[in-house]
């Protein structure tokens, strides 16, 4: 039980009973009717209304704590003005007890003792201070909770005003006590001397008695409310001695130690105080409480029923102050903060972290102000900014370190967050730092809050991915380089699985990476090889080496390609394959080419033989041609040896035409090209084939539209589609179809492949088409060799597609074969279109050759030939002039410069070829008549010149009728 009590008790006990008051009145009505009734009055008047004034302070303090614990749950400005207005009725009361006052229940007089003035003015202090703090402990409730320590340090100052106001109260009750003590030692004197003022006094009594009684009741009243709060506090609060024996303690303290009340009062202080903390405790208590009367709130250790320690904050005060410190009442709060140091403890591991991280972690972290100013960074950006430590940072900008440039950006890029509230997501930004040299930046910022919820900053990380920058370039140029190669490129898994496959796989193969993907490369396996060819392939990539090799895969429409293919196994770390990388080059075409090349070469080696023997062989055709048909001239057609000489003249003509054909095949056959339009060539020769080919054969024509004009000889076309047409004919013994189509067409790659013969622009397409027996491959790849031929013996020369071969070339076209056997034969020959600047028009020379009175310069090296061609002109009244070679030419020409009027030539000569001495010659006299004579055509290499230059030139053999014709062709020209 409280000092309050007590002495409430000891001042209204039986004591004044009614009945004892009657005595009381009987015996001073007269003695102390003036003295005693202005004594009664004068404690009434003095200590009643203190004691009022205290009890309403107490009350007031008390309802307004009530009110501010109510107001605390929730967010209620009315329950703050209730608060505020209990705080002014207690201030009310403490400003009256100091300086008097008067309110509906009665006038009040001042304190006129020293200490309890200054003990209720620093009452009255501090309930204007708590007053104006109010406001703060509610906000601080609402947002940090009633367990806060702010919350915590108010709960401490409001009990510290209570208990002081509860000790001026008491003192003021005590001083009561005393005089009334008093009045009764004064009263038992005068009790004679005024028993006549007795009923003055009694009636001043039982007013006094009665203003008391109401005064009692109200402290009850707040004595309950006061224990109500001691009793459900949510702070333990003991009472003891200042030698340690513990007095009281609230339920919230015997929760805490696990005690009953019975239980605890047999404890000392100190036997729930550890070791550790007793010596400071007796400092503390021994100076700072005895001497100041309370302590700060400080942190310790209290030791539970069970034995466990466990952490507490507390606040001690002298309740009653003895003699010494050991005969001290002391009351003292105590909260449990177990839960709130593991949170600290919890926080402060957080923040070591934290901490910790921020320091370690190689990306720049770093919070800024609403003005850009950094409020915290990290050790990367300090280094980077290159400054000591983060704390250099502090109240800086980027301004400060960055270049302007990319200072402006972070400061656009944050009040655009500050602006919107909206996060800004790994941007990857350039930098440049302060030695000029660029690195790229990816940063995430994001708003920074207070805590109303008010954006007031920025927070962000920025990683340096440079690296990663380039190692994504160079992936991003490594997949460009894979998806544009022309290479197929595959990656499978270990379990040969495709994973990936590039475009020209796709392109290659005809396979989508979809189709392909999942799949096995087992999806191209054409069966052209066997088991032993993949086990040779799968030993090498198992023993952990690049396998090299050529592939005939099949693609998806089912044709066969071949391939060159690298394929590389790929190792973990521990040395086990996981993936293959093969990649795959097409070679179809290069074969294509090389067999074309390698057919090229063979029939060009052939045609320089051919041309060769040809060549010496016409020469010695033209002796025999030209003899005989010079004897055929001087002989009567009676003459016994007419009819040799014109076999003899029948069988030149047969090998005039067959070294025709070998250099047709050779390309050296001399031509006289002229343009065509490849259908006129084609319907003037229909008669001609029709008649050829047979009537159990049908025969079709496609004539394109608007074909372009080639530049051909019309003779060689004529003998291609003879050659050609027979042929067909001998495919088809038994009837069929032959078709000749043509039209136009682009030099286009076959197959979307390139040819070795490719040239720019455009071209005729000349189409040969039968229905016959078709060929083999084999036989396909020898079809133009001369003297290879299918028939049997005596049925063919082997000599008719080799000249069609020739022909095609030296008009510098194409020529490929399609053929199955049993599906016929197609021939497709390709021919360049030339425009004609102005067409040139056939020989009109008259059948006819006719001689003249010129003098001619014979050059040739054969003797014979000389003496043939000699023997011609003269006949025909030309003077002739020889020379053996061209440096004899160059002799006789200077000899007889002012007589020659035309210059006859063979091109290839020992010593000085025709071309040199013609050079020579036409430099002094430009205008001079020449012509070439040779068994090679304009195209080939040494007689090249003679078509550049547009000379005339004749081939041999010639007959005396062309030589004749040729000589006056020549000097009748213009």
Known sequence: ??????????????????????????????????????????????????????????????????????????????????????????????????????????????????????????????????????????????????????????????????HQADAVKIALQAAMAKELRQFKAVQGLLIVLCLGLGGVVGSLLHAYEKKKRAHLKALQKSEGRYHDLFNTGRDGYVIVLGNGTILDANPRMLEMLGYSASELKTKSFWDITPEKWIAQERKMQGTLLFERGYTELYEKEYIRKDGTVFPIEVQAFILEKGEDFGSSKIGGFARDITERKRTEEEAARERLLINALMDNIPDRIYFKDAEGRFLRANRALSDLFGVDSPAELVGKTDFDFHPEKNAKQNQADEAEILRTGQALIAKEMRRTQHDGSEKWDSTTKMPLYDEDGRIIGTFGITRDITEHRRAEEERLLLMQAIEQAAESIVITDAGETIQYV??????????????????????????????????????????????????????????????????????????????????????????????????????????????????????????????????????????????????????????????????????????????????????????????????????????????????????????????????????????????????????????????????????????????????????????????????????????????????????????????????????????????????????LIPDLAGGGSETVLVVEDDETLLGLATHILSHAGYTVLTAKDGKDGLRVFEKHTDEIDLIMTDVVMPHLGAKEMMDQI?????????????????????????????????????????????IREVLDAE
């Open 502 to 843: 590039n475009p020209a796989f796709e392109r290659i193969t005809g396979y989508t990476r979809d189709e392909a993907v999942g799949q096995t490369p087992r999806i191209l396996k054409s069966g052209e090889h066997d088991d032993a060819f993949y086990k040779k392939m799968w030993d090498t990539l198992l023993s952990g080496e690049t396998w090299r090799g050529r592939f005939v895969n099949r693609k998806k429409d089912g044709s066969l390609y071949t391939e060159e293919a690298v394929i590389s196994p790929v190792h973990d770390d521990e040395g086990r394959p996981v993936s293959y990388v093969a990649v795959r080059r097409d070679i179809t075409n290069e074969l294509e080419l090389e067999k074309q090349f390698r057919q090229s070469q063979k029939m060009d080696s052939l045609g320089q033989l051919v041309g060769g023997v040809a060549h010496d062989f016409n020469n010695l055709l033209q002796v025999i041609t030209g003899f005989t048909d010079i004897a055929q001239q001087d002989l009567k057609p009676k003459h016994p040896s007419a009819a040799s000489l014109k076999e003899v003249a029948k069988a030149g003509k047969q090998a005039t035409d067959l070294v025709r054909q070998l250099l047709a095949f050779s390309r050296q056959q001399v031509i006289d090209p002229v343009y065509l339009n490849p259908n006129e060539v084609v319907e003037k020769s229909q008669k001609m084939l029709r008649r050829l080919i047979g009537e159990h054969i049908q025969f079709k024509f496609i004539a394109g539209s608007e074909t372009g004009t080639i530049f051909t000889d019309r003779g060689q076309m004529q003998q291609m589609l003879m050659n050609l047409c027979v042929n067909a004919r001998d495919a088809m013994p038994n009837g069929g179809t032959l078709t000749i189509e043509t039209k136009n067409a682009l030099a286009a790659p076959k197959n979307g492949k390139p040819q070795a013969w490719d040239w720019p622009g455009r071209c005729v397409l000349l189409k040969i088409h039968d229905t016959g027996c078709g060929m083999d491959k084999k036989t396909c790849d020898r079809i133009f060799e001369p003297f290879f031929t299918t028939k049997e013996r005596g049925k063919g020369t082997g000599l008719g597609l080799s000249t069609v071969y020739g022909i095609v070339k030296q008009n510098n076209g194409y020529i490929d074969v399609c053929s199955k056997p049993g599906k016929g034969t197609t021939f497709k020959i390709y021919l360049p279109v030339s425009e004609p600047s102005s067409v040139k028009a056939e020989n």
């Open 922 to 966: 036409l430099e002094q006299h430009p205008g001079l008549r020449h012509l070439f004579v040779s068994a090679y055509s304009p195209n080939a290499g040494h007689t090249e010149f003679i078509k550049e230059k547009g000379a005339f030139l004749l081939a041999k053999p010639y007959t005396i009728e062309e030589l004749l014709r040729k």
């Open 1 to 162: 039980m409280t000092k309050a009590a007590d002495l409430n008790k000891r001042l209204f006990s039986k004591r004044f009973h009614p009945a004892f008051r009657v005595v009381v009145l009987t015996l001073l009505v007269a003695g102390m009717l003036v003295f005693s009734a202005r004594m009664g009055v004068r404690l009434a008047e003095r200590h009643a209304p203190l004691v009022d004034a205290a009890m309403g302070v107490k009350l007031e303090l008390a309802l307004a704590h009530r009110s501010l614990a109510a107001a605390s749950g929730r967010d209620s400005q009315e329950a703050i003005t209730e608060v505020w207005a209990h705080l002014d009725e207690a201030q009310w009361y403490a400003t009256a007890m100091l300086e008097g006052g008067e309110n509906a229940e009665g006038v009040f007089a001042p304190l006129h003792e020293p200490e309890l003035c200054r003990e209720m003015e620093e009452v009255r202090a501090k309930i204007a201070d708590f007053r104006e703090h109010v406001e703060e402990w509610y906000t601080t409730a609402l947002q940090s909770g009633v367990g806060s320590e702010a919350a915590r340090r108010h709960e401490v100052v409001f009990e510290a005003i209570m």
